[in-house]
């Protein structure tokens, strides 16, 4: 498949060249200063796409084990049927992923995703930070969100790529799941307006 400069997503640099020029490389046009590209690095956007699939199937993966952690630990009642409800439908989203997979002809594989491990470190650190009551729930929304935020840009970004590739049955299954993140982020919001915010700034008696 042919791509275009916009669609390259990682650029190569030619070795020892310091005077600012630009390089040929693998019918690439290379300026200095640039990263050097993996052999296994994205060569079309199909590539990048399913890349990120593996990615995004991975990290869908290790959420479901953070959000049981989340709904044990948790005090609101609301907050508590929030996360398990969560971890209800992220099990789902891994289910969809898998059928995306096998939309696009591919084997659902998960790779590493470090910037859903990051965040989960966030939410870890929050166990270890504060105790259990209304500002740990605080936390833990704040965590969820964040989370959120970086699954409704994925899914965004994978259903545009999709819909590109003309892969409509992949791109109906990722919006889907786009639509279920933006509403739960805002299912997040709401529980945090709601109480928890006032009682957390209340608690201790401060």
Request: with cysteine; hydrophobic share 40%; glycine share 4%.
């Amino acid at each position: 498949m042919k791509t275009t400069k916009d669609e390259s997503t990682k650029a190569i640099k030619a070795p020892n060249n310091t005077t600012g020029k630009t390089t040929k490389n693998s019918n690439h046009t290379v300026k200095d200063g640039a990263t050097i590209a993996k052999p296994e690095a994205s060569k079309d956007l199909r590539d990048f796409l399913e890349d990120e699939l593996k990615a995004i199937y991975w990290a869908e993966k290790a959420l479901t084990k953070a959000l049981v952690k989340m709904a044990k630990t948790a005090t609101s009642v609301q907050l508590i049927k929030t996360f398990k409800e969560y971890l209800k439908e992220t099990e789902e989203h891994v289910t969809r992923l898998e059928h995306v997979f096998e939309s696009l002809g591919l084997k659902a594989v998960a790779n590493k995703c470090h910037a859903m491990a990051e965040l989960l470190d966030e939410v870890n650190g929050i166990f270890e930070g504060t105790e259990v009551g209304n500002v740990r729930d605080v936390a833990m929304i704040a965590a969820a969100q964040k989370v959120k935020h970086y699954e409704i840009a994925t899914y965004e970004t994978l259903r545009v790529h999709a819909v590109t590739l003309g892969k409509t049955k992949a791109a109906l299954l990722l919006a889907k799941t786009l639509e279920e993140e933006k509403n739960a982020d805002v299912k997040l919001t709401e529980i945090a307006e709601s109480h928890i915010n006032v009682d957390a700034a209340h608690e201790g008696g401060k």
